[in-house]
C-alpha cells in the first residue's frame, strides 16, 4: 500500500452520471486498496427489508410514476433515500475505521457529512458536472435503452449543487468531474489540502 493513505475511509460523492465509479476506482487503484460500492449495499438492504419496513429505499420500485416528478421533487425524494441509508453506510465506515481497513466508497446515496461521526479518519470529496449535455451523454453512453435522459441529468444538476452547497459548508473539498485526463490528480491533491 502507498505511504500517502490520509484516511482509512475515502468517500465519492456526487450526483448521478458524474463519473463517481471512474474516479473511485482510479484513486483506489493509486491508494492500492479496494473499493466499497454504495449500490451493493442498497441492494443488499433492499432483498432484506420490505416497502413497509424501508420505505423510501424502495420507494422507486413501488411508485413508479414518481418518475415523472418535477426534477426538484425527485431530487427532495433522493435526500430523502440518503437519509434512510445513512445507518447503514455509517455502520460500513465505522467498521472500516475500527479495523483500520483502509477502502475508497462511492456512490450516488453518500453525502460528504458522513465524515462528521469519524474526523480524521473519514474524508469525502464531492465530484460535481455543471454541464447538462455532459450528463445527457454521460446516462447515455451507459445506459443506452433508457429514455428521458435529459430530465435524469436535470436532477443530478440540482442533486450535484446540493451536494456541492453542503460540502463547501463543512469544508469538503469540491472538485470537478473533468477534464478526465488529470481528474484523480486533482480529487488527490484536494483531499490531501483539506
Not at 469519524?118 to 451507459?142: I, K, M, Q, Y
Amino acid at each position: 500500500m502507498p505511504d500517502r493513505v490520509p484516511a482509512v475511509v475515502t468517500l465519492v460523492c456526487g450526483a448521478s452520471g458524474v463519473g463517481k465509479s471512474r474516479a473511485a476506482s482510479a484513486l483506489a487503484a493509486r491508494y492500492g486498496v479496494p473499493v466499497c460500492e454504495a449500490d451493493d449495499i442498497v441492494t443488499a438492504l433492499k432483498a432484506m427489508t420490505t416497502p413497509g419496513q424501508q420505505p423510501y429505499l424502495h420507494y422507486w420500485d413501488t411508485n413508479p410514476e414518481a418518475q415523472s416528478w418535477a426534477a426538484g421533487k425527485i431530487a427532495d425524494l433522493h435526500f430523502e433515500v440518503c437519509e434512510a441509508l445513512r445507518p447503514a453506510f455509517a455502520a460500513v465506515i465505522a467498521d472500516h475505521v475500527e479495523y483500520a481497513a483502509p477502502v475508497v466508497m462511492e456512490g450516488d446515496y453518500l453525502t460528504p457529512d458522513l465524515v462528521l461521526a469519524l474526523p480524521g479518519s473519514v474524508r469525502a470529496v464531492v465530484l460535481v458536472e455543471p454541464d447538462e449535455d455532459t450528463l445527457v451523454a454521460n446516462f447515455g453512453a451507459r445506459e443506452p435503452h433508457l429514455d428521458a435522459q435529459r430530465h435524469r441529468a436535470r436532477v443530478s444538476l440540482l442533486v450535484g449543487a446540493r451536494l456541492a452547497a453542503g460540502a463547501h459548508a463543512m469544508g469538503a473539498p469540491v472538485v470537478p468531474a473533468r477534464p478526465w485526463a488529470d481528474q484523480v490528480d486533482r480529487i488527490d491533491r484536494a483531499l490531501a489540502d483539506s
